[in-house]
């Protein structure tokens, strides 16, 4: 595909990470214009001064919906699960059949994405896209797999890191990915307040409960180490850190977290049945 214009309907919290993620990122072949359509004159507004730049244009309404679709190769889904049926409504004239669409609503299937085109990626990511250190998982319908796999993965992977995945793993990946960031800001909190009860001022508890969780997360990404194998690393025999860890088991935290994400994977799995 060369010289594609993209279609963003909803650029609200998701649609602006991956759109201002695709505006930072150097690539080939890179769209000559996305159009951002939002549904209130002042998201567009808001949403020009954040996204400036010469590729982008914005606008709001379903008329201008419809009209974006008709000029876009590509179209990428922002708004929220339960808007899908009224948007699919307000721009089935203008799809072509052939358009690729790229889903970021969770919950809603390729099957039921396939009413647009057949060249669908359905795609989950998080809230840290926003700062080019998110996550995204992306699974293809058989068509778009075959002709499209290579460019929606450079559209996505600015967001951070994309990898492909099999629709079945979805609800696991809404869960993990998608609601992951809720339950680590959970976790963080909670070293703020033990920094905080044991004395630390509360901008130093924050700042060091953010930058250990950044700094770990980097220990993993790099050395491409277990988690366990690095946490024995910083267990001194009879140490101050193996004391904590212990009150953690105690306390189930390990089986907490595990169970939250179990929870999370089958609400969404839930979502779908009750459609
Ligand atoms: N937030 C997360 O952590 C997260 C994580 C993973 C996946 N997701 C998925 O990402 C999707 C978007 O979520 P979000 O948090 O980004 O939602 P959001 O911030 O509420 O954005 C929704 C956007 O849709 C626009 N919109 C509403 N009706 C429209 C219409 N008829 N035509 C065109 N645009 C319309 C809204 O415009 P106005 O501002 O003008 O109303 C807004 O720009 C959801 O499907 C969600 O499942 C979100």
Request: proline share 4%; net charge negative.
């Amino acid at each position: 595909m060369e010289d594609y214009t993209i279609a963003v309907l909803g650029c609200g919290v998701m649609g602006t990470a991956v759109t201002s993620a695709i505006l930072k990122a150097k690539f080939e072949p890179y769209p000559s214009k996305i159009i951002c359509c939002t549904n209130s004159e002042k998201s567009s507004t808001e949403l020009k001064s954040k996204l400036d730049s010469d590729v982008i244009e914005t606008s709001y309404g379903s008329e201008s919906n419809n009209k974006a679709v008709s000029k876009a190769d590509i179209v990428i889904l922002g708004c929220k699960p339960f808007m899908f049926k009224d948007v699919y409504e307000q721009v089935k004239g203008s799809l072509s059949g052939d358009q690729l669409i790229i889903s970021l609503l969770a919950g809603t299937t390729i099957e039921e994405l396939s009413i647009m085109s057949p060249y669908v990626a359905k795609v989950m990511t998080n809230t840290p896209a926003q700062f080019g250190c998110g996550m995204a998982v992306v699974s293809f319908s058989d068509e778009a797999e075959s002709k499209y796999s290579d460019l929606v993965m450079k559209l996505i992977d600015p967001v951070g890191k994309a990898m492909k995945l099999p629709e079945k793993n979805m609800d696991a990946a809404t869960a993990l990915v998608g609601s992951g960031p809720a339950f680590c800001l959970l976790i963080m909190e909670a070293l703020v307040d033990g920094g905080v009860r044991m004395g630390l001022p509360y901008a130093v508890a924050k700042e060091s409960a953010a930058k250990v969780m950044e700094g770990t997360a980097k220990m993993v990404l790099e050395t491409g180490e277990h988690p366990a194998a690095l946490r024995s690393k910083i267990c001194t025999p009879g140490g101050t850190t193996i004391g904590g860890l212990l009150k953690m088991e105690d306390a189930g935290v390990r089986g907490g977290i595990a169970r939250a994400v179990e929870e999370a994977a089958n609400i969404s799995a839930s979502f779908a049945k009750k459609k």
